[in-house]
């Protein structure tokens, strides 16, 4: 079992930038992979970015230039670095963590809202 916990969401002007952080703990030596996905009202989850265990990582073009994947393994956490935000980026924010076996594992969300 892999426990993730977000922080970091709130209330930003357009242009502005965040920080999430997903801690995650339990098993998490079994990680292969963690993400952030998002979902904004009347919309599908959708992936922002992704990390490997190796370091690999991958983004939705619409976030490509903006957003910044990292994680450190010593500390079991996955941040995402936010610039440059839009009003399209408003969504909960969802961490998510796939084992080596296969487990998927989600957060509890965090809201992100940009807005004047």
């Known amino acids: 079992q892999v426990q993730l916990v977000e922080s970091g969401g709130g209330l930003v002007q357009p242009g502005g930038s965040l920080r999430l952080s997903c801690a995650a703990s339990?098993?998490?030596?079994?990680?292969?992979?963690m993400g952030w996905y998002r979902q904004a009202p009347g919309n599908q989850r959708e992936l922002v970015a992704i990390?490997?265990?190796?370091?690999?990582?991958n983004y939705a073009d619409s976030v490509k230039g903006r957003f910044t994947i990292s994680g450190d393994n010593a500390k079991r956490t996955v941040y995402l670095q936010m610039n440059s935000l839009k009003p399209e980026d408003t969504a909960v924010y969802y961490c998510?963590?796939?084992?080596?076996?296969?487990?998927?594992?989600w957060g509890q969300g965090t809201q992100v809202t940009v807005s004047s």
């Open positions: 998510k963590s796939v084992s080596v076996t296969g487990s998927v594992y």
């Open positions: 339990g098993r998490s030596f079994s990680i292969y992979n």
């Open positions: 990390i490997t265990r190796a370091g690999t990582t």
